[in-house]
């Protein structure tokens, strides 16, 4: 089973310059993910997706975040105008419905905001 | 709310045991365990069902305690590939999105 792959791993950029990460689920899993998570602290959830509907976005994200997942399957995280503060790790995770669902992390996209 | 873990950080000697615990200050309904290397994504343990069994295999298992609405975690006979972070999730108000504790570091020396 192919896991949870991010593309770029690594980004770095200058403020105010828009960034766009992509994440792409394991294969079936209806359910996808975004979080991000700073040194030291555990993942921050920022929004989700079952199958292409955008059902939950945390009220701590700004309007400068915006998520698509058009066909159910690979998802995109865009972040506009960059901000020094928006330096973290973007993680992607996906899970199938049903009792006791498990998210399965991708390796992140650590993003530096210079 | 976040759940709250205990202790922040660890140091073992491999071969000594360990317990991390996960309290939470809401009714909890599942308690998900993750560990995290550095630079790395969390990679999944186990997850804890209300009303379900401890879990675990081998060296590692969790329990659940819905009443005190806290989830241990112990690491016996530790080796040192597991160090790392672990984190406690638990799912927000029913929902699917999970909220994750701050971690506790755990070091494992030779």
Sequence with gaps: DTGVSQDPRHKITKRGQNVTFRCDPISEHNRLYWYRQTLGQGPEFLTYFQNEAQLEKSRLLSDRFSAERPKGSFSTLEIQRTEQGDSAMYLCASSVTGLGETQYFGPGTRLLVL | ?110
């Excluded at chain 2, 308690?31 to 069902?49: D, N, S, T």
Aim: overall charge positive.
């Design chain 2, 1 to 110: 709310q976040q759940p709250v873990q205990s202790p922040q950080a660890v140091i073992l000697r491999e071969g000594e045991d360990a317990v991390i615990n996960c309290s939470s200050s809401k009714a909890l309904y599942s308690v998900h365990w993750y560990r995290q290397k550095h630079g790395e994504a969390p990679v999944f343990l186990m997850i804890l069902l209300k009303g379900g069994e401890q879990k675990g295999h081998e060296k590692i298992s969790a329990s659940f305690n819905e009443k005190k609405q806290q989830s241990s975690l112990y690491l016996t006979a530790s080796q040192l590939s597991y160090s790392g972070t672990y984190f406690c999730g638990t799912p927000d108000q029913g929902a699917q999105k999970l909220v994750f504790g701050q971690g506790t570091r755990l070091t494992i020396n030779p």
